[in-house]
């Protein structure tokens, strides 16, 4: 049973920084074995992907966030991280952790990230 606990989210100003990170747990190997995604969720909106990494360690962003943030992964510590940088209001939202797998995708339960003016 693969559980995913996200964890950093906050209330920041406009401008700030804020670093999310996602722990794997009860995965084995197939934290390495899988592309680890961010997706976000604010109000009335649709969820949409912000970040993903392969095993690669190859990347891609949403458009909207590019340049501000960064995806990562500590392989040793089954943890995945998205440092975000030069935040904005339109940021604000709930962002949860993915592990996508062939078998489907496991989701974190999500953490707040408020942006404020």
């Known amino acids: 049973q693969v559980q995913l606990v996200e964890s950093g989210g906050g209330l920041v100003q406009s401008g700030g920084s804020l670093r999310l990170s996602c722990a794997a747990s009860?995965?084995?190997?197939?934290?390495?074995?899988?592309?680890m995604a961010w997706y976000r969720q604010g109000p009335g909106k649709q969820r949409e992907l912000v970040a993903r990494i392969t095993t690669g360690e190859t990347t891609d962003y949403a458009d909207s966030v590019k340049g501000r943030f960064t995806i990562s992964r500590e392989i040793a510590k089954n943890t995945v991280y998205l440092q975000m940088d030069s935040l904005k209001p339109d940021d604000s939202a709930v962002y949860l952790c993915?592990?996508?797998?062939?078998?489907?995708?496991?989701w974190g339960q999500g953490t707040q990230v408020t942006v404020s003016s």
């Open positions: 993915a592990l996508i797998t062939d078998r489907g995708t496991y």
């Open positions: 009860g995965s084995g190997s197939i934290f390495t074995a899988y592309p």
